[in-house]
């Protein structure tokens, strides 16, 4: 009983130093923000997007693999080698920011779309949903976290390479993009690559600001 309490109480202990009101506040935000800008802008004017969801829509195009199969898969291969190379803390608040988005999206779907439709000028869509994406996912990764498999990827890679989040981002993104011609208009490719150049530097830029180069990359990768 005595052993139980006190592993109890070293969790207790983990979680307090893991989910500081800080911590909390900014994923909470800005998962609120990611969630309204796809569900109310990227949705309403169908915005493709790069990353493992564009993957996912690629591997059922092709393959007809289900992507309720594979996007559980993805993300938890990408979690355990976030887990392994960005440490425990990196699983905890992703799991948190993971299910603070679904809970987002669960709210916004409740109302219709709160902003008059973009579809009609696909490029003022890809631009502002950028900034939705880029703003949103920038304070959750600012706290060492992920909303997704995208964001795991994205910090494995920065954290392994020389390269910044942001153009892990877009390496990522403009491979699954450039595969993605296969069965998607270049056009539509086209909006979709102004959104994830726009939010992966916008990211970058909310990841960082008000830290050095170091502290920054250190801090996200910190265990």
């Not at 990211?203 to 990768?221: M, Y």
Request: with cysteine; hydrophobic share 45%; net charge positive.
């Amino acid at each position: 009983m005595k052993q139980l309490n006190k592993i109890m109480l070293h969790l207790k202990q983990e979680l307090r130093t893991t989910f500081t009101w800080k911590t909390i506040t900014s994923i909470l935000l800005g998962t609120a923000i990611t969630s309204f800008g796809v569900y109310n802008i990227h949705r309403q004017a169908n915005i493709t997007e790069g990353g493992i969801l564009g993957l996912l829509l690629l591997c059922n195009y092709w393959f007809g693999i289900s992507s309720s199969l594979l996007s559980p898969l993805l993300d938890g291969l990408s979690y355990l080698f976030g887990y392994k190379y960005l440490g425990k803390d990196f699983l905890k608040t992703s799991i948190f920011a993971t299910v603070s988005l679904a809970a987002f999206f669960w709210l916004w779907e409740k109302f219709p779309p709160l902003l008059p439709s973009l579809a009609d000028t696909p490029l003022l869509a890809a631009v502002v949903g950028g900034l939705f994406i880029g703003v949103g996912c920038g304070l959750v990764v600012r706290q060492g976290a992920s909303c997704g498999g995208d964001d795991a990827l994205a910090l494995i890679i920065s954290r392994l390479t020389p390269l910044k989040i942001s153009q892990a981002y877009l390496f990522t993104d403009i491979t699954v993009l450039a595969l993605s011609l296969s069965y998607i208009p270049l056009q539509r490719i086209v909006y979709s690559l102004v959104t994830v150049t726009i939010s992966s530097y916008l990211i970058d830029f909310v990841t960082t600001i008000g830290k050095t180069k170091e502290t920054a990359k250190t801090e996200i990768v910190a265990d």
